[in-house]
């Protein structure tokens, strides 16, 4: 069974910084190429970063210079280093094994606040 658990999320001011972490299990994990996902409040989900087997990342575009994405295939886990936070990063991030939309399997998410 394929379970992704994050974790690192938190409330943190505006410029701050947070790491978030992806516990992955079940499947096996450098094989794939895996990505994290956030969805704000009332809003659909949006990719954040494609993190490929190899470590190659990509990311779109309003994240670009402020987030950083990478994996450890020994540690069976993927981390995004998220720093300069805006208000708009307010949102749940997930990591999933997916490339593409619905984003499944994902995990259950991990809650980021920014706000003074």
């Known amino acids: 069974e394929v379970q992704l658990v994050e974790s690192g999320g938190g409330l943190v001011q505006p410029g701050g910084s947070l790491r978030l972490s992806c516990a992955a299990s079940g499947f096996t994990f450098h094989d794939y190429t895996m990505s994290w996902v956030r969805q704000a409040p009332g809003k659909g989900l949006e990719w954040v970063a494609l993190i490929y087997s190899g470590g190659g990342v990509s990311y779109t575009d309003s994240v670009k210079g402020r987030f950083t994405a990478s994996r450890d295939n020994d540690k069976n886990a993927l981390y995004l280093q998220i720093n300069s936070l805006e208000p708009e990063d307010t949102a749940v991030y997930f990591c999933?094994?997916?490339?593409?939309?619905?984003?499944?399997?994902r995990g259950q998410g991990t809650q980021v606040t920014v706000s003074s």
């Open positions: 999933a094994r997916a490339v593409r939309f619905p984003w499944l399997p």
